[in-house]
Antibody, heavy 118, light 110 residues
C-alpha cells in the first residue's frame, strides 16, 4: 500500500518561499506511470492542481502558478518537493501530495496547512 | 472558477437515492477517467470512485459512478447521516496536462 506524507513549515512570511516535502513509502517515485503531484485547497474552497514530476523526472506545472513553482525529487530518499516563491496570503491553503495514475486508483497524503502571514 | 461543473449543494433524506452531476468537456471527462472523492470537515479527500465506476476496497456498494460523453454522475443509495460531506469530481485534462476538479457539492442529509 502506497503512503504519502507531507512535511514542512506551517507558517511562511509574505514574499518568502514555501517549501514542502512529500515522503513516499510502499512504492518508488522512479518507476511506474505515475504523476507525483502537488494539489492545494484554499480554506472552504475547491481543489487546485499545482503540478507534477513524472517518473522520468520531467515536470509540468499549472500555467496559473508556473512562474513561481518548482517541483523536484530526491530518488535516494524517495521524496519529491514543492517550492512556491513570492508567496502572498492567497497561497494560504492545505497542500496535498498525491500519486496520480493515468488509470487506476490514486493515493493522497493527509495534507498540511500552510499559512502565509507576517 | 473550477474546470468541472458541479451543483454547489444537494440533499436527501435517510434511505433515499441521491445523484451528483459533474460536467466537463472533450479534453477532460470526454477523453479520460473520472474520479470521485468524499471530504469530511478537516480531513483529506477520500477516494470513492476511480476509472469512472470502480470502487476501492472498503467503499460501500451504495456508492456508484457513471459517465456519458462529457458528463459524469455519482449516485449514493440508501443515504445515511454519515454521508453528509463535500463531494468532488476530478479528471485528467489533456489541454492542461494536469488534473482538473469540480468545485464540490455539499451533501446534506435531512
Amino acid at each position: 500500500q502506497v503512503q504519502l506524507q507531507e512535511s514542512g513549515p506551517g507558517l511562511v512570511k509574505p514574499s518568502q518561499t514555501l517549501s514542502l516535502t512529500c515522503t513516499v513509502s510502499g512504492g518508488s517515485i522512479s518507476s511506474g506511470a505515475y504523476y507525483w503531484s502537488w494539489i492545494r485547497q484554499h480554506p472552504g474552497k475547491g481543489l487546485e492542481w499545482i503540478g507534477y514530476i513524472y517518473n522520468t523526472g520531467s515536470t509540468y506545472y499549472n500555467p496559473s502558478l508556473k512562474s513561481r513553482v518548482t517541483i523536484s525529487r530526491d530518488t535516494s530518499e524517495n521524496q519529491f518537493s514543492l517550492r512556491l516563491s513570492s508567496v502572498t496570503a492567497a497561497d494560504t491553503a492545505v497542500y496535498y501530495c498525491a500519486r496520480i495514475p493515468a488509470a487506476g486508483r490514486d493515493y493522497w497524503g493527509q495534507g498540511t496547512l500552510v499559512t502565509v502571514s507576517s | 472558477q473550477s474546470v468541472l461543473t458541479q451543483p454547489p449543494s444537494a440533499s436527501g433524506t435517510p434511505g433515499q437515492r441521491v445523484t451528483i452531476s459533474c460536467s466537463g468537456s472533450s479534453s477532460n471527462i470526454g477523453s479520460n477517467y473520472v474520479y470521485w472523492y468524499q471530504q469530511l470537515p478537516g480531513t483529506a479527500p477520500k477516494l470513492l470512485i476511480y476509472n469512472n465506476n470502480q470502487r476501492p476496497s472498503g467503499v460501500p456498494e451504495r456508492f456508484s459512478g457513471s459517465k456519458s460523453g462529457t458528463s459524469a454522475s455519482l449516485a449514493i443509495s440508501g443515504l445515511r447521516s454519515e454521508d453528509e460531506a463535500d463531494y468532488f469530481c476530478a479528471a485528467w485534462d489533456d489541454s492542461l496536462s494536469g488534473r482538473v476538479f469540480g468545485g464540490g457539492t455539499e451533501l446534506t442529509v435531512l
